[in-house]
């Protein structure tokens, strides 16, 4: 395949038209599949489906039409006498414009605004509508044989002389200039190539030439076998030459190694056109070459295996065809394991013709598998198919506390009025398959006292085994039973909707009361010494005591027994806190009690306490000191030395706080 070109040898198809057998000259495209041709006779012949059948279209005056080109909707054919004839649609009526000449004329070009038209004897004509021609004759150039446009810049002629000039248009008549000697002998045609360096090539018989846009010398280049050309054209990035002997020749645009790509036959051809669907050459006798250009298609973009156990195999099938135009060519197809494929085509697809591909899924592993399935062909777009299937089961939504158990009730219990209380609903998918949670209480809404304050749910989709979380909360303003739902719904297609049902009972609160200081006896370093906490429960339901903590102070003080406990109303509890000092001083601590009293959920008690220095240390009085716990036998002796020493009085140090 050259450019979307297939090699002429690869699917070529000549028919004779029993309608016409003149030789038709010029073939030019309107789309990708309609196209119109015109013959040695003055007549038209018009193709709306790639070439498959043609419709005459006789055109008035008899004359000898060589060219015929678009512009737009507008069409323009000339021929000999100097004719012009020209249409704006395939099938209209045809006008004659005046050229102004009786010469024969041989070429039409354009740059998108401009028509450009060449014949015989140096005659040069240029036209902004189609109408009215401003043209001129250039001297010693002998016939201009052909002409190829330059985009906003005019057009360029060659000449049976073998000189190439410019040609301008200007509103009257034609500027000529860049009137160079190329070849001795007929340049038979030219063409424009822009890419990938804008220049010009022209050829004639064993002659081929190029010149960069711009420059003034021509460089020889290799010529395109031994053809003797009759049109030169450019169709995306490469130049086709065609002519006598039923040659036709290509090169890319970026170098000139010519390849003879053979027709199929021999007889002489006249113009190519190049669609995205299809190729025509029109030749001598009313022949007709047509290549198509085959293009593969799937019935659709992704094919679906259906759900499987595992060990099982699942199959589905995909049609693929040949929507392009001439034979497709394809081998075995491929796709991604674990899939496996096969089909039941020869090799070969005419247009339209289809056939089936078999796709199969086989594993012991549960899960979702993806692939892709490719056809190999001559397509020229390839194309490739999304497969896939579930080994297993299908999504399955289930609502769990812990993860995994499937529930259908949370069930609160008894929670204190006013007291909130929280659960998390973590949803779960059961299946193999991906769960797709498409929406969290839409049509069951919870109101209070329940509410969802957290949904981390809605849009998720969910692998199999993995959850989400949903943080639902209960907080009772009565004491009674309430029951509520929300609903969840997803791609589960057994469960769409699953309803979680939320219950709770309200109970009358609690009310604790606590001292709010605590103070420890004096205590010796290195000794210890407790005090009673007192607990009471004030209020009409069951007080919860979920911690006692010591927050502040609390290397020296521990609570004894600070597991949680209950309360029953009117009833009092009490723990043990012990002091146990490491260094002498006053001390000051916090302990705090948490408990589901819904108007004081925390309770704070100062608890103060004095370390003493341990017993057999010196302490400060006065500038004496007691150094032994025998002060009576020092005190004899000091009344024996008339030093008389007073008791003992400790100082205090400053409160230590945390």
């Not at 050259?2 to 073939?27: A, N, Y």
């Not at 822009?194 to 010398?217: D, H, M, W, Y």
């Not at 304050?453 to 809605?458: A, I, L, P, S, Y």
Request: include cysteine; proline fraction near 6%.
């Amino acid at each position: 395949v050259i450019d979307g070109v297939p090699d002429w040898r690869f699917d070529s198809r000549s028919t004779t038209l029993p309608v016409e057998q003149e030789s038709w000259t010029s073939v030019n495209a309107a789309t990708d599949l309609a196209m119109i041709a015109v013959d040695y006779s003055g007549n038209a012949h018009i193709t709306l489906d790639g070439g498959i059948n043609w419709t005459p279209n006789a055109i008035a005056g008899g004359v000898n039409l060589f060219a015929i080109e678009r512009i737009g909707a507008y069409i323009l054919a000339v021929g000999s006498g100097g004719q012009m004839r020209a249409t704006v649609t395939p099938f209209g009526s045809w006008s004659s414009p005046a050229s102004g000449t009786g010469v024969q004329l041989n070429e039409i070009c354009h740059d998108g605004t401009t028509l450009y038209v060449v014949g015989n004897s140096g005659y040069v004509a240029t036209s902004v509508n189609g109408t009215a021609f401003f043209n001129t004759t250039v001297a010693g150039v002998g016939d201009v044989l052909s002409c190829a446009a330059v985009p906003g810049a005019g057009a360029y002629a060659a000449t049976s002389t073998g000189a190439v000039f410019k040609i301008t248009h200007t509103g009257a008549a034609p500027a000529i200039s860049e009137n160079t000697a190329v070849a001795g002998n007929d340049l038979m045609a030219i063409a424009y190539v822009a890419s990938p360096t804008p220049k010009l090539v022209t050829v004639g018989i064993n002659l081929a030439f190029e010149r960069a846009i711009g420059a003034s010398a021509w460089t020889a280049i290799a010529t395109p076998g031994t053809l003797t050309p009759e049109r030169l054209r450019v169709f995306g990035d490469t130049l086709y030459v065609v002519g006598y002997n039923g040659l036709f020749s290509g090169t890319p645009t970026s170098s000139t190694n010519w390849t003879n790509y053979g027709s199929g036959t021999g007889t002489r051809i006249s113009d190519l056109t190049v669609t995205g669907k299809v190729a025509i050459l029109v030749a001598d006798g009313g022949v007709v070459l047509r290549v198509g250009i085959p293009e593969l298609a799937f019935d659709g973009d992704s094919l679906t295996v259906p759900r499987t156990a595992p060990g099982a195999t699942g199959q589905a099938t995909i049609a693929l065809r040949n929507i392009g135009k001439g034979l497709l060519y394809t081998s075995a197809p491929s796709v991604t394991a674990p899939f496996t494929a096969a089909y039941d085509c020869d090799g070969t697809l005419e247009e339209s013709e289809e056939c089936e591909v078999t796709v199969s899924l086989s594993s012991t592993t549960r899960g979702v598998y993806t692939g892709t399935l490719t056809v190999p062909s001559s397509s020229r777009v390839p194309r490739s198919v999304t497969v896939q299937g579930l080994v297993g089961n299908d999504a399955m939504i289930t609502a769990t506390l812990d993860g995994t158990t499937p529930v259908s009730t949370v069930d609160f219990g008894n929670v204190p009025v006013g007291a909130p209380v929280t659960r998390t609903v973590l949803v779960r998918n059961a299946g193999d398959a991906p769960l797709t949670i498409a929406t969290v209480a839409q049509l069951a809404v919870p109101t209070a006292p329940f509410a969802i304050t957290d949904n981390q749910c809605t849009g998720q989709i969910i692998a199999a085994g993995a959850t989400c979380p949903i943080t639902v909360s209960f907080r009772p303003f009565g004491q009674d039973g309430a029951a509520q739902a929300f609903d969840i719904t997803s791609n589960d297609s057994t469960t769409p909707r699953l309803l979680v049902q939320l219950v709770g009972v309200g109970t009358p609160p609690a009310d604790i009361r606590v001292d709010a200081a605590l103070a420890f006896p004096d205590t010796r370093v290195r000794d210890s010494a407790e005090a009673t906490l007192l607990i009471r429960n004030v209020g009409r339901g069951p007080l919860d005591v979920q911690t006692l903590a010591v927050t502040e102070g609390g290397d020296e003080f521990t609570v004894v027994d600070a597991d949680p406990f209950t309360v029953a109303p009117g009833e009092s509890a009490e723990r043990k806190v012990r002091f146990a000092p490491a260094v002498g001083g006053e001390k000051t601590a916090r302990l705090v009690v948490t408990s589901n009293d819904p108007d004081a959920g925390d309770k704070a008690v100062t608890m103060t306490a004095i370390a003493l220095a341990e017993s057999g240390g010196a302490t400060e009085d006065d500038g004496c000191a007691a150094t032994s716990p025998q002060w009576l036998t020092l005190l004899a002796i000091c009344a024996y030395a008339a030093c008389r020493c007073a008791r003992p009085r400790h100082r205090r140090t400053a409160p230590s706080r945390a």
